[in-house]
């Protein structure tokens, strides 16, 4: 062991910093002390005086209930734990009976708001419902909320929304003239999609709302939403500019699906897709009366 009075001052320096960058702040002792011995005669004392076990005292001989840790109250105690998860099946019955027992849409809006059987909400800030003028004959539908769309509480916010009310500028609309809305009322962790379950129980809603605001014409936007009514698997791309029937209520719908806004502000090539499709859902809305030329 070399000692501390044979180095040079250049090399107890570069000692003390070596000590301080692994930390060592303070020199206490002059002679190492060997603390591995030190522990395990400590850990011999301890065993050494620890009393042996007491029995439990009889039943009568208890402590007071006074000096015992009280149990929480029911409620407490059903708020501490986790509440059971509703089982997908029943949920959706949930579902179908709020939607179906409400009579108008301020009554949907309500019943959604009160439903709890979908996990999506759990994450969710808001609840996205429908927006807009319901008696215009005219729906456009998104997929789900985004980020912008949960922290503000109305479909089609932040950017994509602003495109969005220049799409429908350029054929004559605006948002307040048409009834807007998403089949995803509440937005999935990290934008994922919704998966089967979700969507099984968000149906009911959007279904509802369509059959209460009775359009004559309806605009999709995006992928998800054009599977979800069409039922069909393929992309957007296949799926968009082509008129097709969504059966809500008891009378079918035309509706044809374009690209979703956010999708243009990625791919902004894709836009002269899009505006052929605009073009397509104005001249639909021409011919039935809802828009003139």
Do not use: Y
């Not at 692994?22 to 400590?42: C, K, P, Q, S, Y």
């Not at 998860?85 to 027992?101: H, K, L, M, N, T």
């Not at 808001?126 to 997929?143: D, L, P």
């Not at 791309?237 to 008129?243: F, K, T």
């Amino acid at each position: 062991m070399v000692s501390v009075n044979e180095l040079s001052p250049a090399e107890l320096a570069a000692l003390l910093h070596f000590h301080a960058e692994a930390g060592v702040e303070w020199l206490l002792e002059e002679e190492a002390i060997d603390r591995f011995a030190e522990f395990e005669t400590m850990k011999a004392a301890r065993r050494n005086a620890a009393p042996a076990a007491q029995p439990l005292p009889p039943a009568d001989r208890q402590p007071p209930a006074a000096t015992q840790r009280q149990a929480p109250a029911p409620a407490e105690r059903a708020a501490a734990r986790p509440q059971p998860a509703i089982p997908d099946g029943e949920a959706v019955q949930q579902a179908r009976f709020a939607a179906e027992s409400a009579r108008s849409l301020a009554e949907l809006k309500t019943a959604l708001e009160a439903f709890n059987g979908c996990n999506l909400k759990h994450s969710a800030r808001s609840t996205i419902f429908a927006t807009g003028n319901a008696e215009s004959g005219i729906m456009v539908i998104g997929s789900a909320p985004g980020a912008d769309d949960d922290r503000e509480g109305m479909p089609f916010a932040g950017r994509p929304g602003q495109l969005l009310d220049k799409m429908l500028a350029a054929i004559g609309l605006d948002r307040t003239n048409i009834l807007l809305t998403q089949v995803i009322p509440w937005r999935p962790p990290g934008n994922r999609v919704a998966s089967a379950a979700e969507m099984d129980i968000c149906r009911p809603f959007i279904e509802r709302q369509i059959a209460l605001a009775e359009p004559k014409v309806i605009l999709l936007f995006g992928n998800f939403a054009a599977r979800f009514f069409f039922g069909e698997n393929d992309s957007i791309h296949g799926l968009r500019g082509q008129w097709k029937e969504i059966g809500a209520g008891s009378i079918p719908i035309p509706a044809i699906a374009t690209l979703h806004p956010q999708d243009l502000l990625t791919a902004p090539i894709n836009k002269r897709l899009a505006w052929n499709d605009l073009l397509a859902f104005r001249s639909r809305l021409t011919s039935v009366g809802l828009l003139t030329k």
